[in-house]
């Protein structure tokens, strides 16, 4: 390839421009997979894997790289939690992504006995706006980094 590809070390996109060999293209339409909780039919939360943020090569300042399309966000925090956080049932008030960056995260759902954790690099979608929500309690004292977004 003589205009430039993708690779990819460790989930790091590097772009080289002229390369002719790549160690791994990343092909437009490529998603990242995540979980999502959302609200059922019966006003119960739910998990489901969804696949998010569709990434497409873009020649930027000299190299390729794999980016995804900007999604507007409200507010970005940045929520740090000890080892006995707990969160009773609630919903989130407007969709999120979290990004778990330090510690651990147990969700639990009310039509589910299974919850689901959430470790350092996990990203997950709270979008149960509605009904009896979800709880949220610290396995491991850590920090998330969290995106509400708009609409």
Not at 1 to 11: E, N, Q, V
Request: aromatic share 10%.
């Amino acid at each position: 390839m003589t205009d430039g590809c993708i690779l990819d070390f460790d989930g790091i996109h590097a772009g080289i421009a002229g390369s002719s060999t790549c160690v791994r293209f990343i092909a437009k339409g490529e998603t990242m997979e995540c979980i999502e909780i959302y609200t059922g039919g019966d006003g119960h939360s739910l998990f489901r894997h969804i696949e998010a943020f569709e990434v497409s090569p873009v020649y930027f300042k000299g190299i390729t790289v794999s980016l995804s399309s900007p999604q507007a966000c409200e507010s970005v925090l940045l929520h740090e939690f000890n080892s006995d956080y707990f969160l009773g049932w609630h919903n989130p008030p407007s969709r999120q992504y979290v990004v778990v960056l330090a510690g651990e995260l147990e969700i639990v759902v009310a039509s589910s006995e299974t919850a689901q954790r959430f470790a350092a690099g996990a990203v997950f979608i709270a979008g149960d706006l509605h009904g009896k929500g979800h709880t949220t309690r610290a396995i491991q004292a850590g920090r998330a980094l969290v995106v509400n977004l708009r609409g």
